[in-house]
């Protein structure tokens, strides 16, 4: 990645550079930068999906590669999240621009010790653009604010998100702790987090496991379906 600073027209380049160039200005936490070359690539009658896709996740991914690997460390990352939540803010309204009623409600927030938010926002939007009605708890849920949020709000789903192999574990606390109380059947449990996968899903008993925000909402859909065959049935 270059550490070019100087000051680059965005508008005089065409699609690829421009997201070339946003990459490397994600990677240089530059979150000005990041914003109008998400407004430029809206002008320029690209889908919000596609802008997100391609210019920021794929840009974070180069970030994830090099925090791997001990290139870059946790302040350069942290304006790297900085920069691409600016991007997703531009982004926001155009997903969640369905005007369809609410087709159910989703609870969802990233479990005790793990801070990561990006992955869990991007399913909250995707949601909200799917029609879902979504409450957002945030990072560094202890068991108790996940119950407390479910017997506040009566949501169809619980969504959880790890993205550390130390804090995934802590998904099955949550749903041991609901089978407990008797209310676990009372929830769809949809988990998600770069480290997890299928099998870890089913082992904790969760109701799926969602690779990423499109398969959030694709589960969420066909299984809150499903739910309410089954009870007219
Ligand atoms: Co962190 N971090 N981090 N980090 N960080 C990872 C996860 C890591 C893989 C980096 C690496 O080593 N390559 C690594 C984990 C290794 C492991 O556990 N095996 C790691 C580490 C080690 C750490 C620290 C421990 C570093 C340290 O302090 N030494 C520390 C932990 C802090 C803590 O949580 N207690 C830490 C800190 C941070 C920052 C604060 C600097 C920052 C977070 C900022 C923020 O979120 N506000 C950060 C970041 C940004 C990352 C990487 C680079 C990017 C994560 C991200 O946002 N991805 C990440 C490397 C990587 O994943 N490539 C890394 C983009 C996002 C769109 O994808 O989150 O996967 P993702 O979400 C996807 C899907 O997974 C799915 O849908 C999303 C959208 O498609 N999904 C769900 C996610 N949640 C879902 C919930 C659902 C459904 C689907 O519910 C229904």
Redesign the pocket.
Known sequence: MSDDYEEIDLRALDDDELVEQMHDDLYNGLKEEVEQGTRILLERKWGADTVLDRAL?GG??I??VD??DGILF?PE??QA?NAMKGGMEILRPLLAQTGAEPIGKIV?GTVK????????N??SMMMEGAGFEVIDIGINNPVEKYLQALETHHPDIL???A????TMPYMKVVIDTMKEKGIRNDYIV??????LNEEFGKAVGADAY?R??AV?VDTAKALIRARRLARVA
């Not at 010790?113 to 869990?120: P, T």
């Not at 993205?163 to 130390?166: A, C, K, P, S, W």
């Not at 949809?190 to 480290?195: S, Y």
């Open positions: 996740v974070m991914q970030v994830g925090f791997r946790v990352v942290l999240a969802i010790g793990d801070i990561h938010d990006i992955g869990k991007l399913v969504g959880m998100s993205l550390l192999t130390t949809l988990v998600g987090g770069a480290p969602c990423d925000a959030a």
